[in-house]
């Protein structure tokens, strides 16, 4: 069993940054793929950024790439997405999310790959 608390949302202007963090209680986080998600009012969940255990291997959203940043620390049990150059389309609540992982090199993109969800945390982008 593994429960997340994300922290790290708030309000910022456009093109401002911020750090979500997301901590994992259990003694076996390094061997959990972590992803991020998003869902903003009236639309669906949406794939943000992942991660595999090992830290090797990340993938981005279209609309993020380049932006955000997915990291982990595993002494930390701890994920992490810094977000640059915020747009107000941004604006949303973010989920980080885990799934234990066999290889080290897997990321998981969709929501039903995760066993495991955060309560979120809210990201307000304001123009």
């Known amino acids: 069993q593994v429960q997340l608390v994300e922290s790290g949302g708030g309000l910022v202007q456009a093109g401002g940054s911020l750090r979500l963090s997301c901590a994992a209680s259990?003694?076996?986080?390094?061997?959990?793929?972590m992803g991020w998600f998003r869902q903003a009012p009236g639309k669906e969940r949406e794939f943000v950024a992942a991660?595999?255990?090992?830290?090797?291997?990340?993938y981005y959203a279209d609309s993020v790439k380049g932006r955000f940043t997915i990291s982990r620390n595993n002494a930390k049990n701890t994920v992490y997405l810094q977000m640059n150059s915020l747009k107000p389309e941004d604006t949303a609540v973010y989920s980080c999310?885990?799934?234990?992982?066999?290889?080290?090199?897997?990321?998981?993109?969709?929501?039903?790959?995760?066993?495991?969800w955060g309560q979120g945390t809210q990201v307000t982008v304001s123009s």
């Open positions: 259990g003694r076996t986080f390094s061997s959990y793929a």
């Open positions: 991660i595999s255990w090992s830290g090797g291997n990340t």
């Open positions: 999310a885990a799934v234990l992982s066999q290889h080290s090199y897997t990321v998981v993109t969709s929501t039903v790959g995760y066993d495991y």
